[in-house]
């Protein structure tokens, strides 16, 4: 069974920092394209950040260029969400996806797998 597993959230101060990890069952996370998104309450969701599976090149969102950083750790099948400089417009379910298509710049469509997400809060 394909699966992707998030881990990693939780309850930070403003400013704080986590990492996420995304972790994949039955497939090979390195062949596909991974993309963080977030929803929060009443909110759409968006895309957060997203890798290659090609060139490795990465995206992310303005909001949170400079603060976030998503890298691929090849032997543990892993792709990680690093977040620093938290504030609480950072809050809301992280989830992970995974695009089988080859793509060498990234995108935050056509996913073919979601994981379950996990829960950012950042409050005082």
């Known amino acids: 069974q394909l699966q992707l597993v998030e881990s990693g959230g939780g309850l930070v101060q403003p400013g704080g920092s986590l990492r996420l990890s995304c972790a994949a069952s039955?497939?090979?996370?390195?062949?596909?394209?991974i993309a963080w998104f977030r929803q929060a309450p009443g909110k759409e969701r968006e895309g957060v950040s997203c890798?290659?599976?090609?060139?490795?090149?990465?995206n992310y969102a303005d909001s949170v260029k400079g603060r976030f950083t998503i890298s691929r750790d090849y032997a543990k099948n892993t792709v990680y969400l690093q977040m620093n400089s938290l504030n609480p417009e950072d809050s809301a379910v992280y989830y992970c996806?995974?695009?089988?298509?080859?793509?060498?710049?990234?995108?935050?469509?056509?996913?073919?797998?979601w994981g379950k997400g996990t829960l950012v809060t950042v409050s005082s």
């Open positions: 996806a995974a695009d089988r298509r080859p793509s060498t710049n990234c995108v935050y469509y056509g996913m073919d797998y």
């Open positions: 039955g497939f090979t996370l390195n062949a596909y394209v």
């Open positions: 890798i290659s599976n090609i060139s490795g090149s990465t």
